[in-house]
């Protein structure tokens, strides 16, 4: 199981939720680990019973809110100590130093940090890096209609101190309005809908799927986007 750990404070639980449902249409099996204070996916993601830890399928993903770690997960699911989650990805959204910690992120296959310019968002999300004990390499993904570069300075001067590595790649997402309106109507209709975001939004998602893909998959990822956008 390939653990993709996706740090920082900004609400990114759609965008992890539409990047799970590629990788679900590529014929993965993926859970989603909901390790927020806010527990985001317990108000957006559809379950007839919410309790305080519970597992519930939305859209082909498995999403487990609550859990503290993966031992919580197989104590959930029965499954004996010595057993591997069955799941080809594993999402870990993560927003405080204690969940980067409880969810191993040191030991994640590949790391995002997620974040908009706002001093919430920079931060909250630069103390969640203040968990690591050991460093990491990480992407940073940007939310932000107008990338400056005295931002992107004031996100490097703002972590230093932390164990984050920063990948000299960046991947800047220049988040619309209508895109919002887009997430907001899927939500109330309990679907992941790809047809109305904005070209600039889907390839972003996309692109991030790519990365986290195996390279002799990235043909079929193509197919698998044109399926989702078509909603077949």
């Given at each position: ?27 993965k099996k993926v859970i989603l680990v909901d390790g927020t204070i806010t527990q985001k996916a317990k108000y ?52 405080t130093a204690k969940a980067v910690e409880a969810w191993n992120i040191e030991q994640a296959d590949k790391n ?87 070209n600039q939004y889907k390839v972003g998602l996309q692109y991030v799927a790519q990365k986290i893909l195996e ?18």
């Open positions: 199981m390939k653990q993709i750990g996706f740090i920082g404070a900004y609400d990114k639980t759609d965008f992890i939720l539409y990047i799970a449902k590629i990788l679900v249409e590529m014929g957006v993601v559809p379950t007839i019973k919410p309790s305080t830890t519970y597992m519930t399928e939305f859209e082909g993903v498995d999403v487990a809110v609550g859990f503290e770690n993966f031992e919580n997960i197989r104590e959930y699911l029965a499954m004996p100590d010595t057993d591997s989650l069955e799941y080809d990805y594993a999402l870990l959204d993560v927003d995002y940090f997620v974040t908009s310019f706002d001093m919430y968002s920079l931060k909250k999300g630069i103390e969640a890096l203040s968990g690591l004990k050991e460093p990491i390499h990480a992407t940073k993904i940007l939310f932000s209609r107008n990338a400056l570069k005295e931002e992107d300075d004031y996100l490097n001067f703002l972590s230093l101190g932390t164990k984050v590595i920063w990948d000299s790649e960046v991947i800047y997402l220049p988040f619309e309005v209508g895109d919002q309106t887009v997430i907001y109507n899927n939500q109330r209709v309990h679907k992941i809908k790809f047809k109305k975001l904005s390279e002799q998959e990235y043909r079929l990822l193509t197919k698998a986007f044109k399926k989702i956008e078509r909603g077949v």
